[in-house]
């Protein structure tokens, strides 16, 4: 296989599955309320447009990172009338029980997660009824992938949602990983601040030593984001080989300024034009990544199918990472829409691929019960069906 040095640090007791067993949502966007008894394999969510089949993913997203895929204020995922919300999820380890047996939780081997918030007061996130103090505690205890149509912004998007990718991915294994990041920010934004001043120069020795801790976040932060994308390359060409049935020829590459020298040195070389322009022109915060299809750029070059391509095989990369580093753990995939855009041939590999022993618990959307049923006839997994209509979750 292609693993490199991270995969090989966890080599011992990989693919242990940890299965979300029991979701329980209240208020939480369109869904006034839903408890659901899922499937440790496949779960699958059908229904029409804009009936809230992506609003119960992204309630299984907020359980594992505390927050909304697609709305970063909490009291804006809370129902318009209603005056909280709440979501449970009760997880165990996989094989706890047999998966065609009723639901039986073994307290010993449970986890239960909760999140609620009441209109006008700050959320409670819980583990085992006991509460977080730092939110950051919790990322990478229940690690998750989600494939959704907003991945297209991976491609055509800003270096900001590139850089967000890496840095979703990294915090999962790293829980240092989000305070290096933040202390960086913080020097950043007080850095900023001072250049953006009219009345008067900024005091030089107050810019060194943000600058100073800058560099040294900086350079922890860059070498944790090359060491990722090295390990990631290989698995995710080979992803879009598969998935392409090897048609073409991708690439990626990271890109930061790190790579010009000692970050102190690049970032006061031009603090004169960072002056005039008020902001910080170089730095992590810079950093991208570069999609190619056959060496030109991929947002360029790419059809709708190949870009869509690109980006499964590169959430799948990612899932095969997590897999080895965080948690030891098994990550849940949630799959929001994916098929849309993609030719026959290349929905028949991407169902090979998730069927496969190698993924463990799957969440799927659809509007197209054709998509779904050509899923569970090429494959004897567990699964279950559940209809979505205006909120209203049954199966």
Known sequence: MFYGNIFSIFASNLNEKMILRRLSILNYKNIVEATLELSPKMNCLIG????????????????SFCRSMQNPIDSQVMRHDADFFMLEGTYEPYGANKPNEPYKPNESETLAIYAGMKRGTKKHFKRDKKEYKRLSEHIGL??????????????????????????MVISQYDRIYMDELTRYNRALLQRNKLLKEEDHEPDPAVLDILEEQMACEGELIYKKRAAFVEELIPVFQHYYQAISCDREKVGLTYVSHCQRGPLLDVIQRDRMKDRAVGYSLHGVHRDDL??????????????????????IALKLAQFEFLKRTASRTTPLLLLDDIFDKLD???????????SG???????????????????????????????????????
């Open 357 to 395: 022993k190698d993924f463990g618990q799957i969440f799927i959307t659809d509007t197209n019960r054709e998509h779904l049923d050509q899923i569970l006839q090429s494959s004897s997994m567990d699964y279950k069906i559940f209809q979505v209509d205006n909120g209203a979750v049954e199966g």
């Open 290 to 311: 570069e999609f190619t299809l056959s060496g030109h750029q991929m947002k360029r070059e790419g059809s709708q199918g190949q870009s869509k391509t690109y980006v």
């Open 344 to 354: 026959a041939d290349r929905v028949e590999q991407i169902v090979k691929l998730v």
């Open 48 to 63: 029409h447009n804009g009936v809230g089949k992506t609003n119960v993913l992204d309630a299984i997203y907020y359980l």
């Open 142 to 167: 229940i690690p998750l992938v989600v494939v959704s149509p907003d991945d297209t912004l991976l491609i055509n998007g800003s270096s900001e949602d590139r850089r967000r990718l890496m840095d």
